[in-house]
């Protein structure tokens, strides 16, 4: 038992830094694979597509090879699944291209109490007052550092609610679906991997022509070596980063995903300001330490919460030793009489 209790924290930070380093390597090689100044390629919801075959490709061979075992999961449920996730995708490329960058932010930043919302409803879930005020501080830290400019229309309102509401139930999904079904995380992302692949690969390409207004079969005829490349680097850290995400989710929360999952924007801010002379500002980095304050925390009233369950009796319902031999006391000597009443029960 203790070797087990020694083993979890280490895999535990091995899973969110899995989680953190892979989703910043792929934010900093999609910048390069999208931006002009780089490959200029558009087709968002196509790559996404691709980084779930490759996904579903590796999940495939692990199976294969009996390196994991697969677990039987409804397909109706994966079905549902995989509709709720692609709704999120498809959902927060139209927000982006819909509305302006400060909006897109903030509605990502809305995900977090959306969460907490959705979770009280389907879960009945409650927070500590510790974790509302640090759920509040990452906000208003992430807000400070990432929001600028907010314009947004009606279309663009829409589509940002939902891609909130579809990006939050998907990720309280992951965690419900493993633990209903008592399957892992690798082996849930192996099975809707391949559905959400075949959809994406499918309705993306259109998607994206909506988008861009650029068909990526002629972007394929041209295409160079340099961005083939950056393609495949990006779908390899997309396996990495699919698979922390179901661990991270499955272990913790869909709420702990969201708050200590804004440490990628610190880094991404940080890391474009090192590699591609984003500008930093006073602004920027005060509200990048206001958040890291949140995340800090939001830590701490975690554990304080771990702490106080842990206190608590296994049951409220169950008798101590001493109980249950006064008890046996009692029914040997006779029916326990009540005393207000004075009559037998």
């Known amino acids: 038992m203790e070797s087990e209790k020694k083993v979890s924290p280490v895999s535990d930070v091995g899973a969110w830094a899995m989680n953190v380093i892979s989703s910043v390597g792929i934010i900093m090689a999609n910048k390069q694979l999208m931006s002009s100044n780089g490959y200029s390629f558009t087709f968002a919801t196509t790559l996404t597509g691709f980084h779930f075959a490759v996904t579903a490709l590796v999940g495939f061979v692990s199976n ?35 509305n302006s960058v400060g909006f897109y932010q903030i509605s990502k930043l809305s995900m977090i109490p959306v969460v907490c ?12 007052k510790e974790v509302k005020v640090a759920v509040v501080v990452v906000v208003i830290g992430v807000g400070v550092c990432t929001v600028t400019d907010v314009k947004v229309n009606a279309k663009g309102f829409i589509c940002a609610c939902v891609a909130v509401l579809a990006t939050s139930l998907q990720q309280i999904s992951i965690g419900s679906l493993q633990k209903k079904y008592s399957i892992g995380a690798f082996e849930l992302l192996s099975k809707t991997a391949p559905i959400q692949a075949l959809s994406l690969l499918v309705f993306g390409p259109f998607i994206d022509y909506y988008l861009s207004g650029n068909l990526i079969s002629s972007y394929m005829k041209t295409i160079s ?62 509200g990048m330490l206001v958040a890291v304050a949140g995340m800090v925390i939001y830590s701490w009233a975690v554990e304080v919460e771990k702490a106080a369950s842990k206190s608590l009796p296994h049951s409220k319902h169950s008798l101590t030793e001493e109980e249950l031999n006064l008890l046996k006391d009692g029914l040997e000597k006779g029916p326990i009489r009540d005393p207000e009443f004075g009559v037998s029960k």
Not at 75 to 87: D, G, K, P, Q
Not at 227 to 255: D, E, M, P, T
Not at 259 to 286: P, R, Y
Request: aromatic share 12%; glycine share 6%; with cysteine.
């Open 64 to 98: 294969s090879t009996g390196y994991t075992s697969s677990k039987h999961v409804p397909l109706w449920e994966l079905l549902w699944f995989s509709i709720v996730a692609n709704m999120s995708i498809t959902g927060m490329n139209l927000s982006l291209m819909l």
């Open 225 to 286: 070596t340099g961005a083939i490349i950056f393609i495949l680097i990006s779908c390899s850290l997309a396996v990495f980063c699919n698979i922390s995400q179901y661990l991270c989710i499955g272990r913790f929360s869909a709420v702990s995903f969201q708050v200590l999952g804004h440490m990628k924007t610190v880094c991404v801010l940080t890391l474009g300001w090192l590699l591609f002379d984003s500008e930093l500002t006073f602004k920027n980095i005060a």
């Open 117 to 128: 919302v959705m979770e009280w409803i389907l879960h009945s879930k409650r927070y500590s």
